[in-house]
């Protein structure tokens, strides 16, 4: 079975400055899905971006990259400018390639502080 | 309006009572899960539907049922509440295609008394 691990529950950084989540991931297979979410106050689950395995090339949306480590299983977020919008739980998930209903699974979260 | 929506987004119960969480949607997706959310753990998966009458155990299973006997509705059922099924839920859903986006519900918080 596969596993996400954030091992940061919680990190703090300065508005304007960078900061890098981590997660790690447990996993059998060679091709899979690995995304980052932003759960603000509201609770609405937002998609922040998608890497895909068989991609060397790390995905990039704006202000958020992610660097994707497939021999090391490890799978981090930068997010550069911090902005108080940014202020949010985080969490990683793992979808398989394999038809497995394109469930998500994922990791405990990290919930992100910006300081003015 | 478009969308995914649950229903109650808010619900108090009494342990021992049953309670059923509504999910719809109107994308006509095929996929649709519900997780709970948990300090500490995450999003947990606890039922996930690939089309209507098609439904199957994710980890934590135990005390809920669902159905889906159209595409777009898929409730959740706790059968017999009890303290532990405290938690937030989320309904969600996603078309064929393993590279697509899921999208959520906003979540019903239920709290057992």
């Known amino acids: 079975a596969q596993t996400v691990t954030q091992s940061q529950p919680e990190m703090s950084v300065q508005e304007a400055e960078t900061v890098t989540l981590s997660c790690t991931y447990d996993t059998s297979e060679s091709d899979y899905y690995l995304f980052w979410y932003k759960q603000p106050p509201s609770r609405q689950m937002i998609l922040v971006i998608r890497?895909?395995?068989?991609?060397?090339q790390n995905a990039t949306e704006n202000r958020f990259s992610v660097n994707f480590q497939k021999a090391a299983k490890s799978f981090s977020l930068k997010i550069s400018d911090s902005q108080l919008g940014d202020a949010a739980m985080y969490f990683c998930a793992y979808r398989s390639y394999y038809n497995q209903g394109g469930k998500l699974i994922f990791g405990q979260g990290t919930e992100l502080s910006v300081k003015p | 309006d478009a969308g995914i929506t649950q229903s109650p987004r808010y619900k108090i119960t009494e342990t021992g009572r049953q309670v059923t969480l509504m999910c719809h949607q109107t994308?006509?997706?095929?996929?649709m899960f519900w997780y709970r959310q948990d300090l500490g753990h995450g999003l947990r998966l606890i039922y996930y539907?690939?089309?209507?009458?098609?439904?199957d155990k994710g980890e934590v299973p135990d005390g809920y049922v669902v159905s889906r006997s159209k595409t777009e509705n898929f409730p959740l059922t706790l059968e017999s509440a009890t303290r532990s099924q405290t938690s937030v839920y989320f309904c969600?859903?996603?078309?064929?295609?393993?590279?697509?986006?899921?999208?959520f519900g906003q979540g019903t918080r239920l709290t057992v008394v």
């Open positions: 539907s690939a089309a209507a009458d098609i439904t």
């Open positions: 969600a859903s996603t078309r064929q295609g393993l590279s697509t986006e899921a999208f």
């Open positions: 890497q895909e395995a068989y991609k060397q």
């Open positions: 994308w006509s997706h095929s996929y």
